[in-house]
């Protein structure tokens, strides 16, 4: 519902504080254009609506409805389709570009391996935000939607990022290496090159992803917040679970021969 203000528009608190003896669930408000406030809860009920409509009237004389909108399962459900297709894709993508950027050092793993450990990295880390972010829609009603799927995708472009630049330096020192090194060695020389530079690029993202949820507002706080949670994970996915992975599919590999 998006309610327009005569004079000056009430803050967000007042608002809350004027429509909690409704109960409404999923409660947002966000300001717009032209002394208006969009709110945004969890009823397609008429009478929640008049409800609503005469808190406000009581309270801000002036304001008046512009326009009420439902969104019903229907949307819900192409919402959530087209999220899973465009992140399935993302990852066959750069499981694709990743193998075929490494086909130079296919030995002594082969370049298919690399893409591999990105994407289960990169799932992990899809995985662990979607969990947090259930457990909050659970106990405290938090809903997700646009910006959240934006969140997921801007998730698997930076996670990938950090475990390219391991790859990359792998590959270097594969190149450059002697038969003298096995190839956990390198990948452990490898991940210690790029540990500092790794965990300092992800603290600058995190100390503006911290201010940007505590003094963003609240349209892009959930927005905000999955990023700080999928980056996190994602900084130590590529330390501890990509590179990893590697060395367990080199050792399965000899163990088999």
């Known amino acids: 519902m998006e309610v327009q203000f005569q004079q000056s528009v009430p803050t967000n608190q007042d ?7 409704l109960d409404l669930k999923s409660l947002t408000l966000q300001p717009t254009q032209n002394n208006s406030v969009m709110i945004r809860y969890a009823s397609e009920e ?3 609506n008049q409800a609503v409509l005469k808190v406000l009237g009581e309270k801000y004389p002036n304001s008046s409805q512009l326009r009420v909108d439902y969104i019903n399962s229907s949307v819900s459900s192409e919402l959530k389709s087209k999220s899973l297709w465009a992140i399935f894709w993302a990852i066959i993508g750069i499981m694709a570009y990743i193998a075929w950027a490494f086909r130079k050092v296919s030995r002594p793993v082969e370049s298919w391996k690399y893409g591999a450990g ?6 992990h880390d899809i995985l662990i935000t979607v969990g947090v972010f259930s457990a909050l829609g659970h106990y405290t009603g938090m809903e997700v939607g646009i910006p959240f799927i934006a969140a997921l995708m801007t998730i698997l472009g930076f996670s990938v990022h950090d475990t390219i630049v391991v790859y990359d330096r792998t590959r270097e020192n594969l190149l450059k ?3 003298k090194e096995s190839f956990p060695e390198i990948v452990n020389l490898s991940l210690n090159q790029t540990l500092v530079r790794s965990i300092n690029t992800s603290l600058t993202v995190l100390i503006t992803l911290l201010a940007i949820y505590f003094f963003g507002g609240e ?5 905000s917040l999955a990023l700080l949670i999928g980056i996190f994970f994602g900084t130590y996915s590529s330390i501890f679970v990509a590179s990893a992975l590697l060395v367990t599919s080199y050792k399965l590999q000899i163990k088999n021969k």
């Open 118 to 123: 990105a994407v289960i990295a990169l799932a």
């Open 46 to 48: 008429d009478k929640v």
């Open 219 to 223: 349209s892009i706080r959930d927005f």
């Open 15 to 21: 608002l809350q504080d004027n429509l909690k003896e």
């Open 177 to 179: 290496s002697s038969n």
